[in-house]
């Protein structure tokens, strides 16, 4: 042990770690590449139509030629639904629906914390207040209560996960503010006629911008998640459009004799988490350390 | 002692508040989905018939009255009847709570097992071969949808190794799944913090004072270490413990779990919304007050934290 504890002391030799991280981070690039082309051109590469059903063809398992002559190479579904082009169709649903939460969240997160900062007072607190009360509560339960209430659809489920994740934004750039705020060059742009705005789009923004790269990274992974999360329990994209989490749920049923119909998107599902959230980290000790604590 | 009631005081003023905004959502929500009388009543109820639902509802007085009808409910715990078990929806979700309990401390409990142990021997070896492939599991854990993880513990250990049931709750060997399940999230960020704070106690000044007095390896970790690293541990897991339940919304419907987290997915089925709504507001008022005992006990730890 107490060779152990020296050893600790002792960093990791530099190559190897580079070496390994930049082989990581390549295969990490080249999946988000695949997983975003798979989305843009799904119905040039996906090899069926993903909701074409085929009775003949039902719960086929991963083969090259199939009762229906075509080949499967994750297999058919209880619908005899080609697999890998639900798979490929699914990248859509969850980037598109990944992305506008992330834009989402990043408008209404952004506005509210340049308003509780230049602000500041009574608006400040409430902005804040409500800040606390969300990150105290788990979301998942009120975007379920939500989304009971309203009926699941495209954009309900965008809003709903969008609103999920302003607070880190919000945060971010109220201190941004508050730090220019006090500073004199800002005093004096207001004394010589600048808009806030034109504070806002000179100074904030160019200070927090890694900053918030480094958010919408991680909740991207994060909305991506909920997204299927969602799906799974049958609150989020309906059947018959394909969404990995929606998959993994029809799935579930034939587990034991058609394992590849909720292993193969979940498995890309649990990839794409993992490379986007470990991206988000990478970027995080990049370009923004001070991030680290939240 | 010092300090601790204007603390005590900010975070109940906190809670209070979170416990607020959550109920006055919950109302919103209710009014935005609509007239629930047609709900209630037959397809071709009279007219009268309908009235006479909505007054006794208090439907057909103004919307402050309303919500202030509400909120003097929810502090009774009234939530109205569940229209599907036909008691009081209250009722419903307290005889569901035990499950929920059940599977959050076995999950709690199995996370600090196995993770605490992980932790402390990562970093004790650190850059060694267990230390690589448990912090890589880790992250998996810490990405990994929770939905997913249950699914592939159900495929791989339930169907293809026969050792466990794959649903239900009978017996110890139907609580080892979904604990694992659940528990997965907490288990990979508690082992990662925890290895990270012993690395930082391990390299503090008085850690080499006590190496260089002779203290033995294994008391230098068991004592001075793990004292000194257990504050952060303690909020982080206090949190997680909050986020647990959560989860159990997702790891109760992939395994059949008879908590309130399944219960609220089948009250949504059921357009069962009373139900659903008390289900929100438990789990809230559970999640605000688990949240609030951390606090105060890391307030107690800690006594920095209470001025911040």
Redo the contacts between chains.
């Keep these: 042990?107490?060779s152990?504890?020296l050893?600790?002391?002792r960093a990791?030799p530099a190559p190897s770690r580079a070496r390994r991280t930049r082989a990581l981070a390549a295969g990490g690039a080249v999946f988000v590449a695949l997983l975003i082309v798979a989305a843009l051109a799904a119905p040039v590469i996906a090899p069926a139509d993903p909701i074409r059903q085929s009775l003949r063809g039902r719960l086929s398992a991963p083969t090259l030629s199939g009762a229906d002559g075509r080949s499967h190479l994750l297999g058919t579904d209880h619908l005899g639904r080609d697999v890998l082009s639900r798979v490929i169709y699914g990248a859509r649903v969850s980037l598109l629906v990944g992305f506008a939460a992330v834009i989402v969240g990043g408008l209404v997160g952004a506005t509210l914390g340049l308003v509780a900062g230049f602000r500041g007072g009574w608006t400040d607190s409430m902005i804040m207040?409500?800040a606390?009360?969300q990150l105290?509560?788990?979301?998942?339960?009120?975007a379920?209560?939500?989304i009971?209430?309203?009926g699941p659809s495209f954009h309900t489920l965008i809003v709903v996960i969008g609103l999920s994740g302003w607070v880190t934004y919000a945060r971010v750039l109220r201190s941004q503010v508050l730090v220019l705020r006090s500073r004199e060059f800002v005093d004096a742009i207001h004394a010589l006629g600048g808009s806030v705005a034109r504070v806002i789009a000179r100074h904030v923004l160019p200070n927090v911008l890694s900053s918030l790269v480094v958010i919408a990274t991680l909740e991207l992974?994060r909305a991506i998640?909920l997204e299927?999360?969602l799906s799974?329990?049958?609150?989020g994209v309906q059947p018959p459009t394909p969404s990995w989490?929606g998959m993994?749920h029809e799935g579930?049923e034939y587990?034991?004799s058609a394992?590849w119909i909720?292993?193969a998107p979940?498995i890309v599902?649990?990839l794409t988490?993992?490379v986007v959230?470990?991206t988000g980290d990478w970027l995080r000790d990049l370009l923004d350390p001070t991030l680290r604590g939240e | 002692m010092r300090g601790l009631l204007p603390f005590l005081a900010s975070r109940l003023l906190r809670a209070a508040i979170a416990l607020w905004l959550v109920s006055t959502v919950v109302f919103v929500v209710m009014r935005l989905s609509g007239d629930p009388v047609p709900l209630l009543l037959p397809p071709y109820a009279p007219q009268s018939e309908f009235a006479r639902v909505r007054a006794e509802l208090g439907l057909d007085r103004p919307l402050p009255v309303q919500y202030a009808v509400f909120l003097g409910s929810v502090v009774h715990g009234d939530f109205g009847q569940s229209i599907h078990f036909r008691q009081p929806a209250i009722r419903v979700v307290v005889g569901y709570l035990p499950a929920t309990f059940e599977l959050g401390l076995a999950a709690f409990a199995l996370a600090l097992l196995v993770a605490l142990p992980i932790g402390i021997v990562s970093a004790v070896k650190r850059n060694s071969a267990v230390d690589q492939a448990t912090m890589a599991l880790a992250l998996v854990g810490q990405s990994a949808p929770t939905f997913f993880i249950g699914i592939l513990l159900i495929l791989i250990v339930s169907l293809k190794l026969g050792l466990l049931p794959t649903s239900g709750r009978e017996g110890w060997q139907s609580l080892v799944l979904p604990a694992l399940t659940l528990g997965a999230f907490t288990m990979a960020s508690i082992a990662r913090l925890t290895r990270s704070s012993v690395l930082e106690v391990l390299r503090a000044d008085y850690i080499r004072t006590a190496r260089a007095k002779g203290v033995s390896d294994a008391v230098v970790v068991a004592k001075h270490t793990l004292k000194n690293a257990a504050v952060p541990i303690v909020t982080i897991t206090g949190l997680q413990f909050g986020t647990l339940l959560g989860g159990a919304v997702v790891t109760e419907t992939v395994f059949a779990w008879p908590g309130i987290g399944r219960l609220a997915i089948q009250s949504i089925y059921n357009r069962d919304y009373p139900v659903v709504q008390c289900t929100v507001f438990i789990s809230a008022v559970l999640f605000i007050v688990i949240n609030f005992c951390v606090d105060l006990i890391y307030g107690l730890l800690d006594p920095r934290v209470r001025s911040s």
Excluded at chain 1, 136 to 142: H, Q
């Design positions: 042990m107490a152990s504890i050893a600790s002391a990791e207040t409500l606390d009360a105290a509560f788990p979301f998942i339960l009120l379920i209560g939500i009971a209430v309203l992974a998640v299927a999360t799974f329990l049958g609150l989490g993994v579930r587990l034991d394992w909720s292993t979940g599902l649990m988490s993992i959230s470990r």
